[in-house]
């Protein structure tokens, strides 16, 4: 097996020899401490695997650094060394490569250590985190402060941060679910080891810093999401203030082809905001794989889950074969009013929809997880949907116009090439307000369907971007395949910001494709990864 | 690529007579699939209530109220919570057995695999945690068929045997190495000669029969390794000897016959010799049982009767024992229920009471010493947030104080810490494992701490008439 071979050797990182790399780690460890610094396997296993598609890629050390200076000091002993650093702040990451770097032999710098929540403001609803925040850990502490404050978690895990899933563009349910959008003020260690605040925080003693997005001068924060061009080790995020009254708006829907009329329903309440959150429209699989048991007797791991069987299980959970959910927010009287609208909207497009009544749908545990993630609070359910089949899970998620035909376009491409590969299109189309992202679970089983899931996911990605659809977000195994699909100047840019901003390219090397060295050549994936 | 060490004998060599295949055959043999840990790391995740929201047996365990109360988030994984990295979790873990299984070169010097390895307080509190093992009962509560497929602690076993048997002793920390081979050497854990064994009953005045010599009892009092050779155990001895006295029956013990079950001798491994200790340990006992016309074996020691009961997957003897065999605290209970121990006397105090890993989590003693606790006229109990099978290892286990005191120290102080934060105005904390209190204690003097910490079987005999 490929993950077997490629454990057997330890690694030093590319060009380096172990006389550098040794003086490396000795200066790592004047910085942070020894406890910090480790070449041990023991402590590096966690560190080489994703949740799991990908064979392992085995880093050469972890640093743990506990402030911006010891991260500062760390970039400035990279740079003189050329040694490549991999940074992480809380490395969950979950379906998108968890912790791994793109090539084996990075230096992982590991920034849980840095969990302070720096500042809440109460009144002006934001909050300042450190990399190793968690939702979980700013949800408790808004809970215990009985601050009337709500966080935008994301689907899952609650061992997540705001700042890394901010950072990878990550995306929640409540309206601040567009977390970048709901950012403001970085600060950043550039590859240089000089500190950079952007936005308004560019005025020593700025006032406005985590208020006001745009500063004087270009906008630059976008540059350090979804790259490699600084670690970032502050992040103001905007709260959402607790709504006086919401009223989840929970639906069902019985038949396949009715995800048309429901994006078309639900574009022009999206696009006015009647309906601030995101809305989930998700398949009754997908539901049922973090509920139910896969029925390999069924199946045989290789042909697609009878409808039969997914009608029956969706019936016994209160799902439908398409599941909506979405929020209103405001006062009491401006809910109803909303909620009542949007019913009417509902029932005069889409007959064929349930309406479902909130408190008895919550003892659907889908259902629940649903208005959680709806109202600020973190859930794990999520997490059950790994052992659908056996523990493989990556994310495809292109990203689509708010239109039914669309929606329906996109069910057309990804399902044959799931049942080819032997899966099931597990989906489900999050409308936010313009577009719509379709992510799609490809779950699978290992170790034994990996190479098969591997070779799905490139024929996904590949059928998706053929189609002018693009991903906004993928795993570390196919972050150069994906930029390779970009236009060369686009591919030229990031590469030349790359080499202004790392000459040396120490910074996440390869990370969403771009190297100093050069961007990934159309159509060809440069083997990097996976051995040692 | 270079490499920055010297090649040493990766693990599809070799080494000991023994190769990362075999780890592999030993885990695959409890019928452990390595690939059914999904890394998903629940087992780090924090017991914040309301966020770990569709577990229902946490649901079952606390209450809706407690459940949807959010208040409190607590690492229920030790290590975990002690070094906040991911190589120190259930699922670090079984990723480094999957890794040596397929053939990672590990140095069996390096301090840090050992510190991975050994800090495990083998506490099992990840299982509980643990989607994978629990996935049906846990997170779909609409499947009918619970099943374990998951089994950390089975892996965890398997990998310290294997690294045993690789490495040999040059693989165990020196503290938990020295434990290990005082109990093998003298049947002691803390190396006195085992002629020291019945020093307890003269100096509490018990009324004890040492069948090693001759005599009858109706009951086999076991103490293993620990309890007879530390004077601070011996009031919860003689307390045990007081309540079974008080139920009419005759206690007998084995005196300096009794050998160490040796749970230190597993934790570092060694199961070929832990496995010939304890069939040492119940051929006498068997003899001596048999010959004294005893009618129940009874240990007051919460990692024998583990030694005993586990199944073979987990080393145990699982309950294939030609003598019957229980726990002091079921076995009390029991007598409590027939009506035959006379609690009478108020015992006016608040005490808050902390489960053991071993008695509770792992063997499901968890109702027992509530349901005694309650039968004592004006005792008034807490109970610690993290408690039953969520409850947290107090840093007693699996031989972690010698080998990392520092580490064991720190969970001593937040175990301790949890019992203060529910008492109200009392200051006894209540164990139900001798191995805890005695860590416990320990912990509280060294801090200086006003906690008191006492075995359950001291508190219930105080209700004796």
């Known amino acids: 097996m490929a993950h077997a071979i490629a454990s057997r050797r330890a690694i030093l990182p590319r060009g380096v020899s172990p006389r550098t790399f040794a003086r490396a780690i000795r200066e790592f460890t004047e910085i942070v401490g020894g406890r910090n610094v480790s070449v041990s396997p023991a402590e590096l296993v966690p560190y080489a695997h994703d949740v799991i598609m990908v064979p392992p890629i085995w880093p050469s050390a972890v640093v743990r650094p506990g402030s911006v200076e010891e991260i500062q000091r760390i970039v400035r002993v990279a740079g003189a060394l050329r040694i490549p650093l991999w940074p992480l702040s809380t490395g969950k990451n979950i379906a998108y490569g968890r912790m791994m770097a793109v090539d084996p032999g990075n230096v992982i710098v590991d920034l849980a250590r840095m969990n302070r929540i720096l500042e809440v403001n109460e009144q002006l609803a934001y909050a300042v985190v450190e990399p190793g925040v968690t939702y979980a850990q700013l949800y408790k502490h808004l809970r215990d402060r009985n601050l009337p404050l709500w966080l935008d978690p994301p689907a899952t895990a609650p061992g997540a941060g705001p700042l890394g899933n901010t950072v990878e563009r990550g995306v929640g349910y409540t309206p601040y679910g567009e977390h970048f959008l709901f950012s403001c003020g970085m600060e950043v260690v550039l590859p240089d080891g000089r500190l950079l605040r952007t936005g308004s925080g560019a005025l020593p003693g700025s006032r406005t810093w985590h208020i006001f997005k745009w500063g004087f001068g270009p906008y630059l924060d976008g540059l350090f999401t979804a790259s490699n061009y600084g670690i970032v080790t502050k992040l103001g995020i905007w709260l959402m203030p607790e709504p006086p009254a919401h009223q989840p708006i929970l639906m069902t829907c019985p038949r396949e082809d009715d995800i048309v009329a429901i994006m078309d329903v639900l574009r022009p309440l999206k696009i006015s905001h009647t309906l601030p959150s995101a809305v989930v429209v998700a398949h009754a699989l ?48 401006t809910v109803a009013e909303t909620a009542a609208a949007v019913r009417r909207t509902v029932a005069a497009a889409l007959p064929q929809a349930t309406v479902l009544d909130v408190e008895e749908a919550r003892q659907s545990p889908y259902w629940d997880h649903k208005v959680r993630n709806m109202t600020g609070v973190p859930s794990m359910v999520e997490y059950s949907r790994l052992s659908w089949r056996g523990g493989g899970n990556a994310f495809v998620a292109p990203v689509v116009p708010l239109f039914g035909e669309e929606a329906r376009r996109h069910m057309e491409i990804a399902r044959p090439i799931f049942w080819r590969h032997g899966f099931d299109y597990i989906g489900e189309f999050i409308a936010a307000t313009r577009d719509q992202h379709h992510v799609m679970m490809l779950l699978h089983k290992q170790p034994d369907e990996m190479e098969r899931a591997m070779r799905c996911y490139r024929e996904l990605t590949d059928a998706f971007c053929d189609e002018g659809y693009l991903p906004y977000r993928t795993n570390v195994a196919f972050m150069e395949h994906t930029m390779s699909r970009l236009d060369p100047v686009f591919r030229d840019v990031c590469v030349r910001i790359k080499r202004a901003l790392d000459p040396h390219g120490i910074l996440a090397p390869g990370k969403n494709g771009i190297r100093v060295d050069g961007a990934p050549a159309p159509r060809s994936r440069r083997r990097r990864g996976g051995t040692r | 690529m270079s490499r920055r060490r010297p090649a040493r004998a990766g693990n599809g060599r070799r080494a000991g007579g023994v190769s990362g295949a075999d780890l592999r055959r030993e885990i695959e043999a409890k019928g452990i699939n390595l690939f059914e840990c999904y890394t998903c790391r629940l087992c780090t995740e924090e017991m914040q209530r309301g966020i770990l929201t569709l577990t229902e047996p946490y649901r079952k365990a606390f209450g809706e109220a407690e459940w949807r109360r959010d208040l409190f988030n607590e690492p229920v994984c030790p290590t975990w919570d002690y070094y906040r990295h991911e190589a120190y979790t259930a699922y670090g873990r079984a990723l480094l057995a999957r890794d040596l299984a397929d053939g990672l070169a590990v140095d069996p010097a390096d301090p840090r695999l050992r510190e991975v390895v050994y800090t495990c307080l083998l506490c099992t509190g990840c299982q509980e945690l643990c989607f994978s093992r629990n996935r049906v009962p846990l997170m779909k509560p609409f499947m009918e068929l619970p099943r374990e497929v998951w089994d950390i602690h089975g892996i965890l076993l398997a990998e310290r045997k294997w690294l045993f048997e690789r490495h040999g002793w040059a693989a165990v920390p020196e503290g938990l190495a020295a434990l290990a081979q005082r109990i093998l050497q003298s049947g002691t854990a803390t190396g006195e000669p085992r002629r020291g064994a019945t020093r307890w009953i003269e100096a509490t005045g018990s009324e004890v029969v040492d069948l090693s010599r001759a005599g009858r009892a109706d009951v086999l009092l076991l103490l293993d390794a620990q309890a007879p050779y530390e004077r601070a155990l011996w009031p919860a001895l003689a307390a045990m000897v007081r309540l079974l006295r008080a139920a009419g029956l005759v206690v007998g013990v084995l005196g300096a016959e009794e050998i160490a079950t040796g749970l230190a001798v597993l934790a570092c491994g060694d199961v070929q010799d832990y496995l010939r200790l304890n069939h040492e340990a119940v051929r006498r006992v068997a003899q001596v049982a048999d010959r004294a016309g005893v009618g129940c074996v009874v240990t007051v020691d919460d990692t024998g009767y583990l030694a005993w009961t586990a199944p073979a997957k ?146 219930v005999a105080a209700a004796l008439a």
Request: glycine share 10%.
């Open chain 1, 286 to 333: 997908l539901a049922l794989a973090a509920e139910a048991e896969y029925p390999w007797h069924l199946t045989g791991g290789t042909r697609p889950v009878p409808d039969g069987w997914i009608r029956e299980e969706a019936r016994k959970r209160m799902l439908g074969i398409w599941n909506i959910a979405g929020c209103v927010y405001g006062s009491p009287a």
């Open chain 2, 314 to 459: 987990h080393y145990g003897l699982a309950g294939d024992l030609p003598f019957p065999f229980a726990h002091a605290v079921p076995f009390l209970h029991s007598l409590l229920e027939e009506g035959r121990v006379p609690l009478v006397r108020p015992v006016e105090m608040e005490v808050v009471l902390l489960d053991s890993c071993h008695l509770g989590r792992y063997s499901k003693v968890l109702d027992a010493p509530r349901r005694i606790l309650a039968r004592v006229p004006g005792l008034r109990v807490q109970e610690a947030h993290l408690r039953r099978e969520y409850l947290y290892c107090c840093g007693a286990a699996a031989g972690v104080p010698e080998a990392y005191p520092a580490q064991a120290a720190w969970w001593g102080r937040k175990r301790l810490g949890q019992a203060r934060e529910v008492l109200h105005t009392g200051r006894t904390v209540v164990t139900t494992s001798l191995v805890c209190g005695a860590h416990l204690r320990r912990i509280a003097a060294g801090t200086g701490d006003a906690l008191e910490v006492r075995d359950l079987a001291e508190v």
